[in-house]
């Protein structure tokens, strides 16, 4: 399949490699054009392209890029991408530990539904409760035992298909949460946000989701994290998540 995947980073750069080393045709981009990512590119097997580029003919697309800079994307972005083809994103909102508050957020809009208004398109919701260094280090081969789940949510059937067959390539179990709409179920600090759960865990961990307690817990989460006198660690979120929101 030919994936475009947006952002190389942490969780970007680790779904390239996983799709790159399964045989898929892989073209990475960032904000800085082809060249700052041609040395990446080469070194795990994927082609290296402009943004533009790297959504143009793409089967999928994967935007792994901070949820601010979906905002700022041109409005013509995606003008050339048929309808059918997923667009899968990544993001959370981290406000103040990263991203400057937005008063839609603020008010109770569920994540994914603004990116999708943000950027024109219906998206499908993946990878956002996985941590990246859970996912580089934890998959597993399909009927593991104890592997890993990643949440997926969206309108379209299809799309979330597809997306679910991505998850699956690249080591983990696609939990199927629903619509958009129910998406917020796992937004940061829900019991089912990056704790490294199982499928039926992180299902147990969505069905106890509570909007008001998961913005609660966030701000004790985010300011915990703020008052930290070292960097933050992998194992921090999910002891944070565990300890303020987590699956009883
Ligand atoms: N890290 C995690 O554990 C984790 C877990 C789940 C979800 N997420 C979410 O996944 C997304 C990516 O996170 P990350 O940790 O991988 O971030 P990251 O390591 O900071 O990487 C971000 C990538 O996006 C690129 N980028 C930034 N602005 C861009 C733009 N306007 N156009 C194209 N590329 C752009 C950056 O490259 P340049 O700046 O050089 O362009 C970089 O390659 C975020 O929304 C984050 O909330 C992260």
């Not at 399909?142 to 679910?164: C, N, P, Q, T």
């Amino acid at each position: 399949m030919k994936i475009g995947i947006i952002g190389v980073g942490d969780i970007g750069g680790t779904i390239a490699r996983k799709l790159a080393v399964a045989g898929h045709e892989v073209r990475v981009a960032n904000s800085r054009g082809v060249d700052a990512v041609r040395d990446f590119a080469g070194e795990i097997g994927a082609i290296p392209s402009d943004a533009r580029g790297a959504v143009k003919s793409a089967e999928a697309i994967v935007l792994s890029i901070p949820l601010t800079a979906l905002a700022k994307l041109p409005d013509d972005f995606f003008d050339g991408v048929p309808a059918g083809v997923p667009i899968i994103d990544t993001s959370n909102y981290y406000p103040d530990l990263r991203d400057l508050r937005i008063a839609e957020l603020e008010a109770g809009k569920v994540e994914s539904i603004w990116v999708s208004e943000q950027i024109g398109r219906p998206i499908i919701k993946a990878f956002n409760n996985i941590l990246s260094e859970s996912l580089a280090t934890k998959g597993t081969g399909e009927g593991a035992r104890e592997r890993l789940a990643i949440a997926v949510a969206g309108d379209d059937a299809e799309s979330k298909r597809i997306a679910m067959e991505i998850v699956k390539t690249v080591g983990f179990e696609p939990l199927d949460t629903g619509s958009l709409a129910e998406s917020w179920r796992h937004q940061p600090a829900s019991p089912g946000y990056c704790c490294d759960y199982d499928a039926e865990t992180m299902r147990k961990g969505l069905t106890l989701a509570n909007e008001a307690k998961r913005v609660e817990a966030r701000e004790k989460i985010f300011k915990r994290i703020q008052s930290f006198d070292r960097p933050l660690m992998p194992s921090d979120l999910p002891a944070l998540n565990r300890e303020y929101n987590g699956v009883a």
